[in-house]
């Protein structure tokens, strides 16, 4: 790795203009930093003094595209190679959004009851009428509640995760079991829109502490976004890896990818997001993901080299002596009583797939 003298004076002057916290490191310590993060870092520091456990992950990094890194008092680290040094952009935001978020979750829970009143009259008329000739507008019908139930869950889950109300109730956990089921539930959904699935998973039982609800609203989450982005014929993969204490998990497409510049702003919640583009959504599904990881004394990795596709992996912890344990406690079912793969992949999925009679 290049010390800092290498880069270019042109690259020096651009950083010190950032507004943004931004510093230059090798695999060892920080070389130089701009104005706007001489509160944060200082020259020479040691890099893992800085990223703690997220170390580890930047040593494993395949120096391609940009990574994101999760780092502490809420900062997010783009990380990518300039002039032979790693270059760290920093994010922080500090705007007070607790009313707005406490105000989208009451919305949430207010919009819960009209949309179960529409559920039951809906499938009231289903009975009453011929669905062999409605069958298109049935569909349709159907398949809108399902995709309002889940924006319902993603207007809860974005407000809680910003009002730090995101707690985990872990307890043990056959993780390969869980994987396979979870497998199990989406694999037809999967090839019913025209798409493969392909699935590495666990070759022998591994158990961890684990909040298997938040799990699989990680993986719902992770393998929509794959499916909205593989076109019809592509590949969405799953794959499962223990790395001693470790196990990572990570959901990859075929698809056409995305750019450095879209990835860096990924996890941030602030950021503009182009209107009605319904690849977006509302823009939490990932950092509702870093934050399940985290609760499981993990991270979340996101990489792609912007034309062939998109892998996006997190990380558990297995080990059992850093966990608060809970006994099994009962949760409201954040799906209404509905199928939970078809709510959570409604975005993903064709509304052939809902027709009433079938489902």
């Known amino acids: 790795m290049q010390e800092v003298s290498h880069m270019s004076d042109q690259t020096h002057q651009l950083l010190s203009l950032f507004s943004q916290p931004a510093f230059l490191a090798n695999e060892e310590r920080v070389l130089w930093h701009n104005a706007a993060a001489s509160t944060l870092v200082a020259e020479g520091m040691p890099i893992s003094e800085l990223l703690g456990e997220q170390a580890d992950i930047l040593s494993a990094w395949g120096r391609e595209g940009v990574l994101q890194l999760p780092l502490a008092h809420g900062c997010t680290a783009s990380v990518c190679l300039q002039g032979g040094a790693f270059l760290f952009v920093l994010t922080q935001q500090n705007l007070d959004i607790?009313?707005?978020?406490?105000?989208?979750l009451n919305a949430s829970a207010t919009l819960r009851r009209p949309?179960?009143?529409?559920l039951n009259a809906a499938n009231s008329l289903?009975?009453?009428i011929d669905t062999d000739e409605a069958k298109a507008p049935a569909s349709q019908l159907n398949h809108s509640i399902y995709q309002l139930m889940r924006l319902c869950g993603q207007m809860s889950d974005g407000s809680r995760l910003l009002l730090n109300q995101f707690p985990a109730h872990r307890s043990l956990v056959n993780l390969?079991?869980?994987f396979d089921h979870f497998v199990q539930q989406v694999?037809?959904?999967i090839e019913a829109s025209g798409k493969k699935l392909v699935y590495d998973g666990l070759k022998q039982t591994v158990q961890g502490l684990a909040d298997d609800r938040l799990l699989e609203r990680a993986m719902f989450n992770l393998l929509s976004n794959a499916l909205t982005y593989t076109p019809v014929g592509g590949t969405v993969s799953i794959r499962l890896h223990q790395q001693q204490d470790r196990l990572l998990i990570s959901v990859s497409d075929n698809g056409n990818g995305i750019s450095d510049d879209v990835i860096a702003s990924v996890f941030d919640r602030f950021a503009d997001r182009p209107i009605g583009d319904s690849h977006w959504g509302l823009g939490y599904g990932l950092s509702i993901v870093r934050q399940i990881a985290r609760l499981h004394d993990g991270t979340m990795m996101l990489h792609s080299d912007g034309t062939h596709g998109t892998s996006a992996a997190f990380s558990i912890s297995l080990r059992r002596d850093t966990a608060t344990v809970h006994s099994p406690s009962i949760?409201?079912?954040y799906c209404g009583g509905l199928n939970h793969a078809l709510?959570?992949?409604?975005?993903?999925l064709d509304s052939v797939i809902y027709d009433p009679q079938e489902i």
């Not at 607790?98 to 989208?104: G, Q, Y």
């Not at 949309?115 to 529409?118: A, P, S, T």
């Not at 709510?343 to 993903?348: G, N, P, Q, T």
């Open 187 to 189: 694999e037809p959904l």
């Open 126 to 128: 289903f009975e009453q």
């Open 98 to 104: 607790r009313s707005s978020a406490t105000a989208v």
């Open 176 to 178: 390969q079991l869980f």
């Open 115 to 118: 949309l179960h009143n529409l």
């Open 343 to 348: 709510v959570e992949l409604s975005d993903a």
């Open 331 to 333: 949760h409201y079912d």
